[in-house]
């Protein structure tokens, strides 16, 4: 990314199999970090998380 960015929110999208999903930030450094996991997804209904502007993740530039 050529600017710091924030994420707003999360949603996961699966069909009928789907059990959980997450998401996971990879540094440039090569640290990881998850950010969000559904550990019991509803193919019924699909909610979108947004975080509170406290806890919403600011991931670094890509350094060149």
């Known amino acids: 990314m050529p600017a710091p960015a924030r994420i707003e929110n999360f949603q996961p999208h699966m069909h009928m199999r789907g059990r959980a999903m997450s998401m996971e930030a990879v540094y440039p450094d090569g640290k990881r970090e998850m950010l969000s996991s559904v550990n019991n997804f509803q193919w019924k209904w699909h909610i979108n998380y947004v975080y509170?502007?406290?806890?919403a993740p600011l991931l670094p530039k890509e350094r060149c």
Request: aromatic share 0%.
């Open 52 to 55: 509170a502007d406290d806890a």
